[in-house]
């Protein structure tokens, strides 16, 4: 079974930027998508992006739009998000998911480790 390994979380002041990564193993089949998830303290697990592997199609959530950018390398099974202009409320744990057999990133099945990304002055 494949797994998924982020990388590139931190702390940052408001308004910088971090790059998120997350590494794909096993079989290219089972990653149609890949996406990001998040939870903070005390909240519910947030969609924040997901991108189509094949078409390179993308989403995100309004919470994001216009400040994160999403993007994938086949060839190296890898899939990155670019976080601009941060807000201390982008403070999480980020995780990277996917689910299997599936072009979407709702539901995911597999889940990465996580990675801590805080935005505080």
């Known amino acids: 079974q494949g797994h998924l390994v982020e990388s590139g979380g931190g702390t940052v002041q408001p308004g910088e930027s971090l790059r998120l990564s997350c590494t794909a193993s096993?079989?290219?089949?089972?990653?149609?998508?890949i996406g990001w998830f998040r939870q903070a303290p005390g909240k519910d697990r947030e969609g924040v992006s997901c991108?189509?592997?094949?078409?390179?199609?993308?989403y995100y959530a309004d919470s994001v739009k216009g400040r994160f950018t999403i993007s994938r390398d086949n060839a190296k099974k890898m899939v990155y998000m670019e976080m601009n202009s941060l807000k201390p409320e982008d403070t999480a744990v980020y995780y990277c998911?996917?689910?299997?057999?599936?072009?979407?990133?709702?539901?995911?099945?597999?889940w990465g480790q996580g990675t801590q990304v805080t935005v505080s002055a």
């Open positions: 998911v996917t689910r299997v057999g599936s072009p979407f990133c709702s539901e995911p099945d597999r």
């Open positions: 991108i189509n592997m094949l078409d390179g199609s993308t």
């Open positions: 096993g079989s290219t089949l089972d990653y149609y998508a």
